[in-house]
């Protein structure tokens, strides 16, 4: 299971493109990243932030409904989200031309 | 505001889309082609979520700003296109 979870995070973390990714905990802490410490650390609180007010915009549309992911392109790059449970995985990538 | 209607008749008309709305830079939808009800809802919900993507952006790197936004949940997804006064959401079935 470990080595799957590996497996899948490194082909993430060489695709092209990608800058940088993310685990990111229930408390909003960085488990694992290829980022600096103190960049991911900001990118984990923001991003916890704002998918919970993406969660709970999905959820007060309709209560049955749950957010599956957030993809927030800006102009500089992308950031993709991907709640699963209390954790999130991040991925910052640079947007595909 | 004829090229508006047009287009915004073009993504309609498009498979899977459910519903557009044009939002002001307050939250108050001014064009929409989707139920009243619905619209007002949506239009004020998504209108905080995008401040907060922006700030969220901004907060990041000043110099960085929110170009699109797409949020995909169970049932379908919905995608916002910021603009300097107003922001488009187009709410659509996840292509299979």
Known sequence: MRAKVEETLRRIETHKGVIGTIVVNAEGIPIRTTLDNSTAVQYAGLLRHLSMKARSTVRDIDP?????????????????????????????????? | MAEVNATLKRIQSQKGVQGAIIVSSEGIPIKNMLDNSSTVQYAGLIHQLVVKARSTIRDLDPKNDLMFLRVRSKKNQIMITPDKDYFLIIIQNPSD
């Open chain 1, 64 to 97: 049955q409904n749950d957010l599956t992911f957030l993809r927030i392109r800006s102009k500089k790059h992308e950031i993709l989200v991907a709640p699963e449970n209390e954790f999130l995985l991040v991925v910052i990538q640079n947007p595909s031309e």
